[in-house]
Nanobody
Framework: QVQLVESGGGLVQPGGSLRLSCAAS????????MGWYRQAPGKQRDLVAT???????NYADSVKGRFTISRDNAENTVYLQMNNLKPEDTAIYYC??????????WGQGTQVTVSS
């Protein structure tokens, strides 16, 4: 089992920045990859960015060049640095981990609102 706790969401103006954090605990050694997904009201949950245990990253086209995913192995934490935020980035952001058995674990979500 893996437990995930997100933090760092909030309200920001267009063009601003936020950094989300996701702290993992439990069966850390079984984690194959971690990532961030987001879900806007009335829409499906979509991938934002992922990072594997060998630091291979993947981004949604809509966030390339603006968002950066990274991880701190010593702290068992994954970060999502979000720059040049746009109103369409408004959503609940969920941290995800996938273990070696390809089971998914989810955090509780953190709200990001981009508005003037």
């Amino acid at each position: 089992q893996v437990q995930l706790v997100e933090s760092g969401g909030g309200l920001v103006q267009p063009g601003g920045s936020l950094r989300l954090s996701c702290a993992a605990s439990g069966s850390i050694a079984s984690i194959l990859a971690m990532g961030w997904y987001r879900q806007a009201p009335g829409k499906q949950r979509d991938l934002v960015a992922t990072i594997t245990r060998v630091d291979r990253t993947n981004y949604a086209d809509s966030v390339k060049g603006r968002f950066t995913i990274s991880r701190d192995n010593a702290e068992n934490t994954v970060y999502l640095q979000m720059n040049n935020l746009k109103p369409e980035d408004t959503a609940i952001y969920y941290c995800n981990s996938k273990d070696l058995a390809l089971r998914d674990y989810w955090g509780q979500g953190t709200q990001v609102t981009v508005s003037s």
